[in-house]
């Protein structure tokens, strides 16, 4: 109790000295003053938390305000507010404790000096880590001592994974597990390089290769196969939130955006150098601009979802401002996370409360993509050149053909060909349409139109289409002008003049079906020319023969014709009806009135004379609107009434033709699309970016900001160029500053993903936060020794891959210990090897190795397995991937960001609207219900089920062999043998191939 007087009695005697010195020892406001006010008021009291409309962060509200008075202590409210009366506690601070008898005392000191508050000093609240946080330190790796040295008897440091793992385990009386066997290690493996499982004969192979590198050469020739690219680009493209649409309400498509796709698996492929990986997608079009991957690299940056109706269709200034700075936050936080595993966007209101990032130094990093927007554009102009002169030369060639061939073979040309742009012979582009409105060429779908005339035609540019019109019959009563010469038609009943979509080679937009009395026309070799009542086109016969005739005119006139087709409607079954109509020259020579979906297809064979000039096809709404109303011409062709006769050299001829297309057409197929992607342009005049007050665009406060990077890193400059530094080089300069040999976050972040990639989970467990809201790494030591060897091996990833998966500790058991379990349940100090399931697309893939109809097509547009319907948020209705283009490996499909597949959602593939550095893992009844019950997976099992009898016969006991070989990797145990024989004798090999599918073995990696 003395004690504690003396105590007490000590301090007022300090707090009086320190006031009696204060006429004598003026206060340095930044080291006395301001850290009182950053440890008790700044949280509460700041501009962007100002309760009580006061902010302490400069002097300006206190002195506003008259809770500082310069000189007179007394007056001052400030004073008032933090000092106990009456044995009450101080008013302030609410939330934390009371500032100090001396705290108090120094402020009043200040006070009474002036209360002088240098105005370049800030007052922030400290963040809870600082600048000596673990992950901003240079790397620490200990150097090893040649064994010949004297300096020392101590240990030699760790040289590998094994020593450092083995050692934090030594620490906690733990031992590794045993290796595990040779079957579950090239599954494991295998899995892991290349996202697919191992054949049967590759096991087998393994297993009994008694050479002791077996495993090593394994591994080399999984991280040589291309499918390592398309495993580890998917991981990647989660860190990159990649998708085909730009998402929010719109959800448009991004037709192009796969070239980025492709850039990334080749990428991986040639394990191009992780530092020059990193500095293409940042900046990759400034530093190699004659370098068209490194071009397209920088689609990393448009890769997340953008706001349309904000940036392009809103009248509203404001909404477009904050669509742009939502967007520039996408841009910085993808870049800052995915390479540096900093939250920087923690930091867009307010100063980062857990990490040293000021709100000022987002926005300078902010400042470097604020010269770039996204947007479709070209590769280069030399490359479009280059691809435009090739294609017009082998369609050239193609054309040449094609009318050649017309012409030896007699099968005259394809009507709904032509009007897709082609030339009657298979060059037209598939669902190109016509506008009956204006005769102008259209390949996006439409719905209602507006602006429709009926009964006004409308002449076509192409030369074989004379023109195109609705029609409206007004009772008959009606001339409607059908030819470019003034023929006109009557006859026709009242329509609602009302007109969809286009008339188009292929079905029309919102088409019930293209099949009808069992012939699909969109499958081999059909074709069909879509109308949707109300609809007209007439084609230009003269032209016709002219062509038919190798362009002879003196022969040409004298050519009868023949037109056929098979007429059907393709709307939906029901009450729903609509007319088509057949005219030559004006005159009617067919008609069908309220044809149904249910009256099938009606053969058309029209003779054609040499007299006429114009044939025309319409379709009209039956007088009950126009609702379903998909008429279809189906195999549309003129061809000459009698067959030419064909010498023994035509038919030679026509072989060579035949050989000389499919060439040409190899060559035009090996072009691909266009030279375009979805990736960045820079803006035409540099926008200024000055901070936002809490985050908001419509508070821009300051100076404007030159591009910088975090000063936290103190090896490392942050300065990144200032306000008139050009976009392109901000973007070189982070860049730079990112891969710096000097940047230890960087290598720290990326060998831990790989380490996360085959492990399940990272040494840090957090792999994109590096920061205090993260994880802390449970082998420090480990996690840097790694990032220097990346460096050491020339930034090489695969060479990471390979030192991980040959490691002792990568190639363990995932056997389950009880006693080790009881010192570390989580697996962190690694006794053992995790068992993973594998992530959605992987099961898919696996699927469809298994059951022999994987597709290993490579790169290009993604495969669509979706109906899409074009409107104002356009529609994707997802169809059973049932055809070979279809069940191609799930890196390549085209992904949509608001419609994504139920199938493989449920398997918890991530949202891409989103960045996903670590893939949640959940077990509900719907993954099992998806497995066994989605249409996908009973279609595969079935021709899983073909494939084990083609290959094991007819012996159900051979069969079961080959299915858990090719399913599983391994034989069946006796009692697996007998009694899935018995499940095939009762239930069939279908059951037996849908229930291997089920099992936690197919989808789990032991």
């Known amino acids: 109790m003395v004690r504690n007087r003396l105590l007490a009695f000590a301090m007022v005697l300090l707090v009086t000295s320190a006031s009696s010195r204060g006429a004598d020892s003026l206060l340095d406001f930044q080291s006395q003053v301001a850290p009182i006010l950053q440890r008790h008021c700044i949280r509460c009291h700041s501009p962007n938390n100002n309760q009580g409309e006061l902010s302490l962060a400069t002097l300006d509200d206190l002195r506003a305000n008259d809770y500082v008075i310069a000189g007179d202590p007394e007056s001052s409210y400030l004073l008032e507010l933090i000092t106990p009366t009456d044995g009450q506690p101080a008013a302030m601070p609410k939330e934390s404790n009371p500032l100090s008898d001396a705290e108090v005392a120094l402020i009043r000191q200040w006070i009474v000096q002036g209360a002088t508050w240098p105005s370049d000093v800030v007052v922030k609240e400290r963040s809870k880590a600082d600048e000596t946080w673990w992950a901003l330190q240079p790397l620490r790796v200990a150097k090893r001592i040649s064994s010949d040295s004297n300096i020392s008897d101590a240990p030699l440091p760790p040289a590998s994974i094994d020593e450092f793992v083995r050692g934090k385990l030594a620490d906690k009386q733990l031992k590794m597990n045993p290796p595990a066997d040779r079957r579950t290690l090239i599954r494991r493996v295998t899995f892991d390089l290349i996202g697919l499982p191992p054949t049967p004969q590759d096991v087998e192979s393994f297993v009994d290769d008694s050479d002791p590198m077996a495993y090593e050469k394994l591994v080399d020739r999984l991280l040589a196969s291309p499918h390592y690219g398309e495993r580890y680009a998917r991981h990647w493209l989660d860190l990159a939130h990649y998708a085909d649409t730009h998402g929010f309400e719109r959800d448009m498509r991004r037709d192009n955006a796969w070239r980025y796709r492709d850039y990334v698996i080749e990428s991986f492929n040639e394990d191009k150098p992780y530092d020059r990986f990193v500095q293409e997608q940042i900046a990759g079009d400034v530093l190699w601009p004659d370098d068209d991957q490194a071009v397209i690299a920088t689609g990393f940056l448009s890769a997340g979802p953008w706001d349309f109706v904000g940036q392009v ?159 409206s019959g007004e009772a008959g009563q009606a001339k409607v002008p059908v030819t470019s010469t003034g023929i006109t038609i009557s006859g026709l009943p009242t329509t609602s003049g009302d007109a969809w979509d286009m008339i188009r080679n292929g079905p029309v937009a919102s088409q019930h079906s293209p099949e009808l009395d069992g012939i699909d026309f969109t499958q081999d070799g059909h074709s069909l020319l879509g109308l949707h009542a109300n609809a007209g086109i007439t084609f230009d016969l003269s032209a016709i023969r002219q062509s038919l005739a190798d362009g002879a005119a003196e022969t040409s006139p004298g050519m009868p014709l023949r037109f056929t087709a098979q007429l059907g409607y393709f709307g939906a079954s029901g009450p729903h009806r609509a007319d088509a109509w057949v005219f030559v020259d004006g005159r009617n020579v067919a008609e069908f009135k309220q044809l149904g979906r249910e009256d099938g297809l009606q053969p058309i064979d029209l003779e054609l004379s040499a007299a006429v000039r114009f044939l025309t096809l319409v379709s009209t709404d039956g007088g009950n609107g126009m609702g379903h109303d998909q008429i279809g011409f189906g195999d549309p062709r003129i061809r000459p009434k009698t067959s030419p006769t064909r010498s023994d050299a035509d038919a030679h001829r026509i072989e060579t033709l035949r050989g000389e ?195 290993l097509r490579r790169g290009g547009p993604g495969f669509e397995d979706f109906d899409y319907q074009d409107a104002y948020a356009p529609i994707y209705t997802y169809t059973t991937a049932d055809r070979p283009e279809l069940w191609r490996r799930s890196i390549y499909r085209y992904i949509v960001r608001t419609t994504p597949d139920r199938f493989l959602t449920t398997l918890d593939c991530p949202d891409p609207a989103n960045l996903t550095p670590k893939r949640i893992t959940t077990t509900t009844p719907l993954q099992s219900l998806a497995l066994f019950n989605n249409d996908f997976m009973l279609r595969q099992a079935r021709y899983f089920a073909q494939r084990i009898g083609r290959e094991a016969g007819t012996d159900p006991a051979a069969q079961v062999d080959r299915a858990f070989a090719l399913a599983l990797g391994r034989q069946p145990s006796q009692q697996e043998a007998q009694l899935a024989t018995e499940f095939v004798d009762r239930q069939g090999l279908f059951a037996l191939c849908r229930s291997l599918f089920n099992l936690n073995e197919f989808v789990y990696v032991d």
Not at 318 to 325: C, E, G, K, P
Not at 446 to 465: I, T
Request: neutral net charge; proline residues 5%.
């Open 661 to 855: 297309r499919d060439q040409v057409t190899a060559e035009l197929d090996a072009l691909g699309p266009p030279p375009r992607f979805y990736g960045v342009v820079a803006e035409k005049d540099l926008p200024e970016v000055r901070l936002l007050t809490r985050g908001n665009p419509e508070t821009p406060s300051g100076d404007v900001l030159p591009p910088s990077a975090l000063s936290a890193l103190a090896m490392l400059d942050p300065e990144l160029g200032t306000v008139t530094t050009d976009e392109g080089q901000r973007r070189v300069a982070l860049a730079r500053w990112i891969t710096s040999i000097d940047n230890p976050l960087v290598r720290r972040v990326i060998v831990n993903r790989l380490w996360y990639w085959h492990f399940g989970q990272g040494l840090v467990d957090t792999p994109s936060d590096f920061g205090f809201g993260g994880g802390r790494p449970s082998h420090p030591e480990l996690l840097d020794w790694l990032a220097e060897a990346l460096v050491h091996h020339d930034w090489s990833l695969k060479a990471m891959h390979r030192l991980i998966v040959t490691s002792d500790t990568y190639k363990q058991s995932s056997r389950h210990r009880e006693p080790a379990a009881k010192v570390d349940a989580e697996n962190r100090l690694l006794w053992r090897q995790n068992r993973q399931r594998i992530e959605a697309e992987a099961i898919r893939d696996a699927v469809l190795f298994v059951s022999g109809k994987l597709n």
């Open 313 to 471: 269709e809103t009248k509203s200034d404001q909404l477009r401002r904050s669509a742009r700075v939502l967007d520039l936050d996408d841009m910085t936080t993808q870049v800052m996370t995915t390479t540096m595993a900093m939250t920087v966007n923690c930091a867009r209101c307010h100063d980062h409360k857990l990490d040293p990032i000021s709100q000022r130094e987002y926005y300078q990093l902010q400042s470097v993509f604020a010269g770039v927007r996204r947007e479709a554009r070209v590769v280069s102009d030399s490359s479009l050149k280059a691809y435009e002169s090739a294609k017009q030369q082998w369609v050239r060639r193609r054309n040449q053909i094609d009318f050649e061939l017309a012409r030896l073979e007699g099968d005259g040309l394809d009507l709904a060909d032509i009007v897709g742009g082609g030339n009657g012979s298979g060059t037209g582009t598939f669902r190109q349409g016509i506008d009956v409105r204006n005769a102008k060429v259209q390949t996006r779908d439409f719905g209602r139109l507006g602006n429709v005339v009926p009964n006004r035609f409308a002449a076509s540019d192409f030369d074989f289409v004379d023109g195109v019109f609705v029609p």
